[in-house]
């Protein structure tokens, strides 16, 4: 299936502070062979809105497919600085104990 298709990444409206919000739907992942995909399909998407502050939501709702920590810290390590420099609010909807271990370790 397309990740496209599959809304796991979309452009929100803008939050409190108008900046762009991105969500990201964890549930809405296929397949751990898709976490490749995602990611060429995340930074597509997020391209033109990482040059500016930004808002990132993360739905971690009923899912199937997880991620391992080392596929997370390799993924954080990749994307460019300035997703990093530009994400001014990361909201985490329903975190597990092991998600917010894994955010701890890869907070700045």
Known sequence: A???ALKVVYKCGPDIANRP?????????????????LLLYFIKIMEPIADKDYTLVYFHTNLTH????????KTYKVLPEKYKKN????????PTWWLNVCVAFVRP
């Open 2 to 4: 397309d990740i496209d």
């Open 21 to 37: 919000t991105v969500a990201l739907v964890g549930s809405r992942v296929p397949s751990e062979t898709s976490w490749p995909r």
């Open 66 to 73: 997880k991620p391992d920590f080392s596929w997370m810290r």
């Open 87 to 94: 994400l001014k609010a990361l909201y985490v909807i329903h």
